[in-house]
């Protein structure tokens, strides 16, 4: 009996703490939509409090020389994303064809996994909680296929 009690303890109120919470849902989600709206924006404010500093964000490619059948690794950083936000690259893609898809994977603690689809991509996202707010730290993408 005292094993029965122990695990229902523990099944209520420790592991609470480390699940998925309403109000972590919803910072999560604001966080990643500063992410899709800045960047269909041109908002490098709204993208600058989205991501982490020391964001890394990474795409699977192919080498240019044609002769070698290899991948490449190819990243930015947050710097550079938010630069690329500001240039209004992502203000290219018209809202007809802006799509802001965000399901969260996970979430356990201070982590969280995230996959977002926009209009041309996927974004696979890694978020922490920095500093009580959520930030995006690691992002692995791909592209869709070109019609």
Same mark, same amino acid.
């Given at each position: ?15 609470? #703490? ?39 964000k990474r795409i699977i490619g192919w080498s240019? =020389? ?16 938010? =630069? ?17 898809n965000i399901t969260i994977l996970s979430i ?23 500093? #009580? ?15």
């Open positions: 009996m005292k094993i029965i009690l122990l695990m229902i303890f523990f099944a209520v109120f420790v592991s609470k #703490g480390y699940g998925q919470s309403a109000k972590d849902s919803a910072d999560i989600r604001a966080s990643v939509l500063n992410y899709v709206e800045g960047w269909y924006e041109g908002n490098g404010e709204r993208m600058a409090k989205a991501v982490h500093p020391k964001l890394a240019k =020389d044609i002769t070698k059948n290899e991948n490449v690794l190819s990243e930015m950083n947050g710097d550079q994303l938010v =630069d690329g936000t500001r240039k209004g690259f992502g203000t290219r893609t018209p809202k007809e064809r802006q799509i802001k356990y603690s201070n982590t969280a996994s995230v996959k977002t689809e926009m209009a041309d991509w996927y974004d696979f996202m890694h978020l922490g909680r920095w500093n #009580g707010e959520w930030k995006i730290i690691n992002v692995l993408w791909e592209m869709k296929p070109q019609e």
